[in-house]
């Protein structure tokens, strides 16, 4: 009998990566009854990520458009010029453009920064129980973002609450209720940032990726439509990401202790611990992509026009590409964790998303003798591609 990827499965809520271990088992590349496909073996997700023959174009496709509101409505003016969904030569021009202010160069400045903001957030976390997601994961992508974007303190939460509601676009079934409530969020972010452009407009260059990416770069320039909708793409995917790497990342070491403490024991692992975790559970769980050519994946022929699913947790364990893949090992280097994307739509932040990771996980172990979870039942997010816990309990001791 086939496997069947069924989302409202619940032994898929319960255990997704036995779910998965099962579909690769079975059909590792798999046609649902609704007519998609989704991979979960290393190899056929990296495949489809590099394929030049798979797009992310999907605001051009009318049925994906009619169900967030029709080609016209706020999100869709919006979404059709984000860099994540463009393939081509518009993916290309927006990404060099938007490329300038995430280079390793431009983020290290932001480094002593970020530090001085853990640390802040430590100091007033203290010891005993904390929430580590609500005292910590959440507020510091947050304002690293919101600096990095040059938006005041006082209107952060603003921007988090109507990025947040646009960011289920991106979801395969957008429920009414969602769909109203993005369409009414787009138009007041817009709206605030038009008028945060206005005040930077004949000032002196601010040092901040809002007042780059208004400048022209050899005679290319972002029209202010652009600006807007790959903002609103950065402020949401710049938290949220980090905030599930942060939340799963620590919960993983807390699960497997000798992991912690060998990193607690030797630091210098830190930037293959963040990698490994994000390989073991990632913060984004699937990429999907429209077929725009037959594709031969995995000994199957995807046909022209279908939808697939790479799922990124299932291709993280592979135990054809990870040896004993449901072990942290903090010291794996190969192969590349697809937690950041692979090929042309590669993570323009994932520096970045590091360097926050490794700061968070290194001041903890440097500041506390002592981590320890307070309960097991932890309630997660619900973003269908998204997975992040929204609370997590610890008890600190220094």
């Not at 290393?42 to 080609?71: C, I, N, Q």
């Not at 060099?96 to 920064?113: C, K």
């Amino acid at each position: 009998m086939s496997a069947l990827y069924d989302l409202n499965d619940p032994a898929l809520a319960a255990d997704r990566f036995g779910y998965y271990r099962r579909l690769r088992e079975t059909e590792p590349v798999h046609r649902t009854p609704l007519g998609y496909w989704v991979l979960t073996r290393y190899d056929d997700v990296a495949a489809l990520l590099r394929s030049p023959h798979s797009s992310s174009a999907f605001p051009k496709e009318p049925g994906w458009a009619m169900t967030r509101g029709g080609p016209t409505c706020p999100v869709m003016r919006s979404v059709d010029k984000w860099l994540l969904l463009q393939d081509g030569t518009d993916h290309r021009r927006l990404r060099r453009l938007i490329a300038r202010v995430f280079t390793p160069r431009f983020i290290d400045r932001l480094r002593p920064r970020i530090v001085e903001i853990v640390d802040g957030l430590l100091d007033a976390m203290g010891d005993g129980e904390v929430d580590l997601i609500r005292d910590l994961a959440l507020p510091m992508p947050v304002a690293v973002v919101g600096e990095l974007l040059g938006i005041p303190v006082e209107d952060r939460a603003r921007c988090r609450d109507w990025t947040d509601k646009v960011g289920y676009v991106l979801d395969p079934d957008v429920s009414p209720s969602r769909r109203i409530a993005m369409n009414k969020a787009e138009p007041e972010f817009r709206r605030y940032l038009l008028g945060l452009m206005a005040s930077r407009r004949g000032a002196d260059p601010e040092h901040d990726l809002l007042s780059v990416l208004m400048r022209a770069e050899d005679g290319e320039q972002l029209t202010e439509d652009e600006i807007v909708a790959n903002i609103l793409l950065i402020f949401n995917a710049g938290h949220e990401t980090t905030v599930n790497l942060i939340g799963n990342g620590m919960l993983a070491l807390l699960r497997q202790p000798e992991a912690l403490e060998a990193l607690r024991a030797d630091p210098s692992l830190m930037p293959t611990a963040v990698d490994e975790l994000s390989r073991f559970d990632p913060p984004v769980t699937l990429a999907t992509r429209i077929a725009t050519a037959d594709l031969e994946i995995g000994g199957r022929t995807v046909p022209k026009g279908a939808h697939v699913m790479g799922l990124l947790d299932a291709a993280g364990r592979d135990p054809e590409r990870y040896p004993d893949p449901d072990r942290l090992d903090l010291a794996r280097t190969e192969p590349k964790t697809l937690a950041f994307s692979a090929g042309p739509h590669f993570c323009l932040g994932a520096v970045l998303g590091r360097l926050e990771a490794a700061t968070v996980f290194s001041r903890l172990l440097e500041r506390y003798a002592k981590i320890e979870p307070v309960r097991e039942d932890l309630p997660v997010n619900k973003h269908f591609n998204l997975h992040g816990l929204l609370e997590l309990p610890l008890r600190l001791t220094h």
